[in-house]
């Protein structure tokens, strides 16, 4: 039987598990957000999920704006992909073989997608590492450009910070990242065209490509500014690089295609190489990176440039993802993003009407609120995103899940909704809202 729920929440349950999962796991996680260190408090141990809901360990039930960090566009345990998978598993979970299934979710993927030919990996830090390994070997040339507040998963070639004085060389962003992986990498600010056109002037026929977040959420949500994507494009173009557009977290998920389907669809130019996860594995490891096809032929077996995956394109994941493709529907996307445009109303009134100073920024239905002091009127890069009163977000944070909201547990993140957050589940985080304020402005 379930626990009867108190005024106050209990964490006894999610508390012992963090205990024992210290013991042996570092941290108590395998993932560091996951472990509440920017907002403090015990990080809550899922037990199960269901359309927007999140239920933890000791009953305590939460509409979730996490959504696995992005890949349960559908919500939580939907019918029609959860059959789909049991009975992809009945016919055995792993070949080390080509499938139906993979070709059928590649298929759909081109389909909806600038990418000619696509390969699968398992994680999307897979995919912006092969992306990189592709781009180097099709162009011939070193140098990677990527922006500061970007985050392409854990590769240490982009676990750089930006070296001081623009357009020097990036330093290791973490402990065990040899100099020598970074030094081929320049970090830029983020919306900063004069920085590109400086290190292009200076580098450019050593570049091997760009790689950007095609719009960033890494930083909380920072859009491009109009025209950037494409400049990065044609930048690239004229000077012989690969524009590698990292998609992990908004393809499939701000429209059909992703970003693309808000700058490069309407404005007539495609990325290079685009790198996918998140949605398109349907909660399951599974991620992408595609492009154009005479970049492409460069990867083995087909070209020289090695690649490969134990588990690459597994018959269960690349299911899960075809049945959450096929689901995506416009009508999917058009009522997130409805959902997202009244939670950010609805956030940033009850912020203004307790006086805590914010922004909030979107791109399609991504959406964070930045908890920057009043002179700030739009947070354009890493630099400017650092400025947040994270002792604010902190407060929030914890009042909206006192009473049942799941935020991320960062101040640095973009809040995630998805088909099942209906009006049940969107009048419970409004209600919550104005409570959460009074906190921050305290
Ligand atoms: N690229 C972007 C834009 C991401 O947001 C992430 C993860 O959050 C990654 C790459 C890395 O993906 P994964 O965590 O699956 O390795």
Known sequence: PQPARS?????????????????????????????????????RFIESARGAYLTDVDGNEYVDLVCSWGPMLLGHAHRDVLAAVAEAAARGTSYGTPTRPEVELAEEIVARTPVDKVRFVS???EATMSAIRLARG?????????????YHGHVDSLLASAGSGLATFAVPGTPGVPAASTAATLVLPYNDVEAVRAAFAEHGDDIACVITEA???NMGVVPPAPGFNAFLAETCAAHGALFVSDEVMTGFRVTRSGQWGLDGAVEGW???????GKVMGGGFPAAAFGGRADVMAMLSPEGPVYQAGTLSGNPVATTAGLATLRLATDDVYAHIDKASLLLQEAASASLREAGVPHLVQSTGNMFSVFFVEEDVTSVPNFEVAGTQRVDRFRAFFHAMLEQGVYLPPS?????????AHDDRALDKIISALPAAARAAAA
């Not at 042996?24 to 408090?41: E, I, K, L, M």
């Not at 162009?139 to 500061?148: D, N, P, S």
Request: net charge positive; proline share 7%.
């Open 7 to 43: 005024t106050a929440q209990s964490t006894a349950g999610s508390a012992a598990l963090f205990e024992r999962a210290h013991a042996v796991t570092p941290g108590g996680v395998n993932s560091p957000v996951r472990a509440f260190n920017a907002v403090g408090g015990t990080p």
């Open 138 to 150: 099709f162009t011939g040339r070193e140098l990677v450009v990527k922006f500061a507040g970007c």
């Open 123 to 125: 994680s999307g830090t």
């Open 411 to 419: 101040a640095f993140e973009s809040w995630f909704l998805s088909a």
């Open 270 to 276: 495609r990325p290079d190489l685009v790198t996918l």
């Open 215 to 217: 719009a960033p959420g």
